[in-house]
């Protein structure tokens, strides 16, 4: 399955290119025209046949991942770092991360719980034994993800690290390859970057494609495991359908749309709300005069973990709803 490698693919925020040349590769063939911006958005166009009102739809989905970057090294070569993204000290301690350059390091410290966000607390052993040591492997700046290999749980479950987004991707890609006939409307398949660093990406993928109708695809959470909080959204009940975020009230008339066309066509979903965190459609639905903006996501346990964990179940019942838009 290409989730596995798509989950594997390095692409912290703002160093995405190993997963961007992976994403590029797959859509080659399947695109009208592929546009890198200079932030590193890539956008693949497939354009529509429509005659009349044809409009032009841009799906987001974000290729970069949580992760951290090396901000200093101590005289006895363990590594300082900061957070890319939203880091859970309690997620990360004895986790082991991998840097661009390959180098391994497992942190240690931060199990206060008080601090969960305090990153100064967390330290990175690579097992170096000197500042000099340490610095022949990895310099400041460098950046890092969690080590978290793709498995396969009970039934259609699975679990990796960066589930959030190349779940999302790979719906995108998903679309994109089994598209039979050309799509009414212009589509633009966005992977952006730097969602995690507050939706930098689609902030200039949005000017670029200049959408009628946003849709953000990526995941949300799943309230479903013990002692989780209140909320909606669980594991296998099909995939959600965005209400709001704490980015973004969606265009009633879209979501509105989207669940009708759910039933009609009974398609397993759920009606879903976040009280925190954002997505894409969070930047698109702002830009210029307003974008008429919704989102499709995946429930998700674990999201912003080295074993964020999706039913497909819910993935593969989504395809079909997004190419009707
Ligand atoms: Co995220
Ligand atoms: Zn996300």
Redesign the pocket.
């Known amino acids: 399955m290409f989730l596995d490698d798509l989950t594997q693919q390095f692409g912290v925020s703002g160093f995405e290119e190993p997963i961007r040349a992976f994403i590029t590769e797959f859509c080659q063939s399947h695109a009208d025209e592929i546009i890198k911006d200079n932030i590193g958005n890539l956008i693949v166009i497939k354009k529509g046949t429509g005659k009349s009102n044809r409009k032009k739809i841009m799906l987001s989905a ?1 290729m970069d991942e ?1 992760g951290f970057a090396v901000t200093d090294v101590t005289e006895k070569g363990f590594l300082k770092v900061r957070y890319m ?2 880091i859970s000290n309690q997620v990360s301690v004895c986790q082991r991360i991998q840097f661009r350059s390959g180098t391994i390091g497992v942190i240690l410290g931060g199990k206060d719980k008080k601090d969960d966000r305090d990153f100064t607390q967390l330290s990175v052993d690579i097992g170096a034994t000197s500042k000099e040591e340490a610095l022949a492997h990895v310099q400041i700046g460098e950046p890092a993800s969690y080590c978290g290999e793709f498995t396969p749980l009970c039934g259609r479950t699975v679990c990796s690290k960066a589930i ?2 190349r779940i999302g991707c790979y719906i995108l890609m998903r679309v994109l390859a089994e598209m039979e006939t050309k799509p009414y409307h212009d589509t633009y398949f966005v992977f952006s970057v730097q ?2 660093l507050g939706l930098r990406g689609a902030k200039v993928a949005v000017s670029t494609c200049n959408p009628d109708i946003g849709v953000a695809v ?2 949300t959470g799943s309230f479903d495991t013990p002692g989780a909080p209140n909320g909606f959204t669980k594991l296998g009940s099909g995939a959600a359908i965005k209400v709001m975020d704490g980015s973004v009230v969606c265009d009633d008339r879209l979501v509105t749309f989207l669940c009708d066309y759910a039933k009609a066509n009974d398609i397993p979903h759920q009606r879903e709300v976040l009280a925190r ?1 954002g997505t894409d459609a969070g930047a698109i639905h702002l830009f210029n005069n307003g974008v008429s903006s919704c989102g499709v996501s995946i429930p998700t346990r674990y ?2 973990s080295p074993v964020g964990t999706v039913d497909m179940f819910d993935v593969e019942k989504h395809a079909s709803k997004l190419l009707m838009e």
């Open positions: 974000h949580i993204g939203g959030d987004d969602e995690e990526d995941i965190g999201g912003h």
